[in-house]
Every structure is written in C-alpha cells, then in structure tokens.
C-alpha cells in the first residue's frame, strides 16, 4: 500500500506539472526509481508512459475545447512526432547517448536564459506561418524533438513548447496546449514499444494513470485561467530544475 501511494501521489502532481508545460517526468521517473530501486529500468520507464500518456491526452483534450488549435499543423506534425520517437528509440539500440547527457543541461541553460532575457517572448500569439510553411516547420519540430524522445527524453515538453514559440509565434499557452499532442504521439510510439516488450506493470500504471488524468485536470484548468504569463513561469521553473537534474545526473554518473 505504502508503494501504491507513493507512485500515486508522485503520479498526480507529475500531471499537474505536465499538463502546465510539460515535465512530469521529473517527479514521476525519480519516485519509480526511489519505490523500485531493483526493479529493471525498461520496466519503470514503461510503467510511466502506461500512465502519463493519458493525462498527457487528457490535456490535449482540455486545451483544444478551449484554445484555438492549428489543427492543419498540429495533426501532420504528431504524426512526425510519432515516427521520429520510433526512429529515435530504434537508434539508441545502437548508439549510446552519453554525449547528448553531458550537454543536454547546457542546452537547456541556452533556452533558461534566451528566455529571461526576452520578457516579451511567448507572452502574444502572433502565429508568423499559416498553410503549408506552418504545417512543414510544425512538422520537423515533430520529427527532431519526437527522434530526441525516443532516444534520451528528458525537457521533451519543454523543447516543444520553446520551439513552438520561439519559431513559430505563439504565445506560452498556445505553445502548451500544441505540445500535448505532440508529446501524446511521442508517449504512444515509445509505450508501444515497451508493451512489445513486456515492459510495463499495468497493476501499478492503471491506477497512475487515474492519478495522472487527476493532476492533468487541474493544471489545464490553471493554465487557461491564468494564460501564458502562468506558463511562461511555470515553464522557467521547469527548465531550471531539468538543468539542475540532467547535469547533476551528466556529472555524477560521469
């Protein structure tokens, strides 16, 4: 019981956070790994996509009654997203990503401060491409950052929500809510992958997953009360902490 309601809770607030800007992992992943310490690793990462893809889905729904989606640029670039995850997870069979670990946090500390210093980025929707040019640059951002999910992982969200404003002109809660279903196409394609291979504790993810779907609720019904200014912030504290965990993780592990 004790191990149910740890990895519950950890669930709920991993959708809470999630469902704002993305990040859920950084709760979720650490508890798994601190309630499972033998447990093997496919097996724990399984466990949390069998529960955060739904209140990542559940997200998407919430913003897209509220938020006017790009549709037309959305659906092709999940698709993207989707096979580039495959891609991604299929390569790092075959190429170990130490070198993306070491400099994933100065990456991350590249868009930290990018960030800061433009006050005004993501605050209004200014969408710079409709049609096809949007649909094509919505569409390798679903590739690259899918290929990026599907080979390492962590910041995920946060990349998509960067790049969907810093490229393509939206604002924080508009880049938001587009990440989800992105970032929904990414979770089925990499927990497809573990259910094919038995990695997955579906006693412990279906109960998560209510959890997750719980914590999603919540945070969507904060981000479209308090709009992109909320998740401007809630994305610069997110994108702190993965600096401090993925080069924390870089250097230690060596």
């Known amino acids: 019981m004790f191990e149910f309601a740890t990895v519950t809770l950890a669930s709920l607030f991993a959708g809470f956070i999630d469902a704002i800007v993305g990040g859920g992992g950084l709760i979720l992943v650490p508890a798994l790994f601190s309630v499972f310490p033998n447990a093997a690793p496919a097996t724990l990462f399984g466990t949390n996509k069998g529960a955060s893809v739904w209140g990542t889905a559940w997200a998407t729904g919430q913003y897209a009654r509220r938020v006017q989606m790009a549709w037309s640029a959305l659906l092709p670039a999940a698709v993207a997203a989707l096979a580039g995850s495959a891609l991604g997870a299929w390569a790092v069979t075959l190429v170990p990503p130490t070198g993306l670990r070491k400099a994933l946090p100065f990456i991350l500390l590249a868009v930290f401060l990018y960030t800061l210093m433009r006050k005004d980025l993501g605050r209004e929707h200014r969408r710079r491409y409709t049609g096809a040019p949007e649909a094509a640059l919505a569409s390798l951002i679903g590739l690259v950052i899918g290929f990026y999910d599907g080979f390492f992982g962590p910041g995920t969200g946060s990349f998509f929500v960067f790049l969907f404003v810093r490229l393509l002109g ?41 959890a997750n779907v719980a914590g999603s609720l919540l945070g969507t019904r904060l981000a479209l009360k308090h709009g992109a200014g909320f998740v401007r912030a809630v994305f610069m504290v997110v994108v702190g902490a993965l600096i401090l965990k993925t080069g924390y993780d870089a250097y230690r592990l060596g």
Do not use: E, P, Q, R
């Open 170 to 210: 939206y604002d924080f809660l508009h880049a938001s809510a587009s990440a989800k279903l992105l970032n929904t196409a990414t979770n089925l394609s990499a927990l497809a992958l573990f259910i094919s291979k038995g990695h997955i504790w579906w006693h412990y993810a279906l109960v998560m997953a209510v």
